[in-house]
């Protein structure tokens, strides 16, 4: 049985979004990633833009390939297959956008396969009152109850006070130093505010290996796309 955090409150306003963090993104082309590429992609970006580790609050989002078409479902193992709407984003302070365009015109090896990186832009973030992570860092043997407390518990030290929360999907991402547990995690019913601020400063840590961070969603209903 999934584990739901639920607490009715009012609907959230929106607000006119910042812009101290957005995210920049970037075209690519590539024919195919592994699945379990954040480790792999967090080395090829460092490589070209080195300082990106000391930069706080900075995030590498996972590649996206959707999981829906054709009745094709995303793998848990083995390959993806980029589409031409597939990006690279990264998740930046403003103050480093134009250091970060560095990227643009590179290749980069991604555990044996190449991505070429094309053009920017910059997408700001979202008001939305639903926001949903691929990834939130989630100790070993951890159950959904004991997960979405310590989420609560990180949240309420952003001052955010969650209504609704879903956990979603369990996945190891590999390191060298060994398997990452995580668990996907949507938040519903944020006020404005809180949704922006939750995207600004992600939850838990290894935001270069695109752990926690948020990215606005549809809805509640679906969590594992």
Same mark, same amino acid.
């Given at each position: 049985?999934?584990?739901? %955090? ?43 833009l080195p300082w990106l580790a000391e930069v706080p609050g900075a995030g590498i989002h996972p590649v996206y390939v959707a ?13 993806? %297959?980029? &589409? ?16 970060? @365009? ?11 396969? @190449? ?19 691929? %990834? ?5 043997? =951890? ?40 668990? &996907? ?7 404005? =505010?809180? &949704? ?27 969590? =594992?796309?």
């Amino acid at each position: 049985m999934i584990g739901v %955090y639920w607490q009715e409150d009012d609907a959230p306003e929106i607000r006119r979004v910042p812009d101290d963090v957005v995210d920049l993104v970037f075209a690519v082309r590539c024919r195919a990633l592994p699945v379990d590429h954040q480790h792999a992609l967090r080395e090829a970006v460092l490589a070209v833009l080195p300082w990106l580790a000391e930069v706080p609050g900075a995030g590498i989002h996972p590649v996206y390939v959707a999981a829906s078409g054709n009745g094709w479902m995303r793998p848990e193992t083995g390959l993806l %297959y980029p &589409s031409r709407r597939t990006k690279l984003v990264l998740r930046l302070p403003k103050a480093s956008l134009e250091d970060a @365009r560095a990227l643009v015109g590179r290749e980069l090896d991604i555990d044996g396969h @190449r991505l070429q990186v094309g053009d920017a832009g910059v997408r700001l973030l979202s008001p939305r009152p639903t926001v949903f992570s691929r %990834y939130v860092i989630a100790n070993d043997g =951890e159950n959904e109850e004991n997960f979405l407390a310590a989420a609560a518990r990180a949240l309420e030290t952003l001052g955010i006070r969650p209504r609704k929360m879903l956990p979603g999907r369990a996945a190891a991402l590999g390191t060298p130093a060994g398997p990452l547990g995580t668990r &996907s995690l949507m938040l519903a019913d944020l006020k404005a =505010e809180e &949704s922006i601020r939750l995207q600004q400063a992600g939850l838990g840590p290894h935001r270069l290996l695109g752990c926690g961070i948020f990215v606005p969603h549809k809805g509640i209903a679906s969590v =594992e796309d």
